[in-house]
């Protein structure tokens, strides 16, 4: 059994865009409101074309699912955290985490805490994307 984190977005479209573009998600899968299976649906259940009802991606070697709101109502993901580990003495792992956090802020994630070490971890930050998410990078 895994435990996967679940977003739900009022715009996963948007959010799927910004994840690939600036936080490097790959094997982006998505299900929408177009797809076939939906097309006999009644009308009161019918969505937009552009609405996700399921997708999955990949960030950091980690997999992450989300959807969208119904009707893409407004939604408060502040209190979703996703916490990426690494090991600080492998020098590949802890680049990685150094150039995912690098990405994150050049494409428009608001600092929370600077990248840099603390009382607790050689290497610790937490930066907030656009839809809400709050990421936390911490050395093992």
């Known amino acids: 059994m895994r435990a996967i984190q679940y977003f739900n977005f009022r715009n996963s479209l948007a959010a799927l865009n910004f994840y690939e573009k600036h936080l490097g998600a790959t094997n982006i899968r998505r299900v929408g409101g177009d797809d076939p299976r939906f097309q006999d649906m ?11 009802m399921h997708a999955s991606f990949e960030i950091m070697g980690e997999t ?14 502040s209190g979703a955290i996703v916490s990426l580990t ?3 003495e492998d020098e ?3 680049q990685r985490a150094i150039d995912f956090y690098g990405r ?3 494409g428009g994630c608001e600092v ?10 050689k290497l610790y930050g937490i930066f907030n994307d656009p839809f809400g998410v709050t990421w936390m990078i911490n050395a093992e």
């Open 112 to 121: 929370s805490i600077p990248l840099g070490e603390t009382a607790w971890s």
């Open 92 to 94: 590949a792992d802890r």
């Open 64 to 77: 992450f699912y989300c959807s969208d709101t119904y009707k893409h109502r407004k939604i408060d993901n």
């Open 42 to 52: 009644p009308d009161e259940y019918k969505v937009d074309d552009d609405f996700t």
């Open 86 to 88: 690494f090991n600080y």
């Open 104 to 106: 994150a802020i050049e």
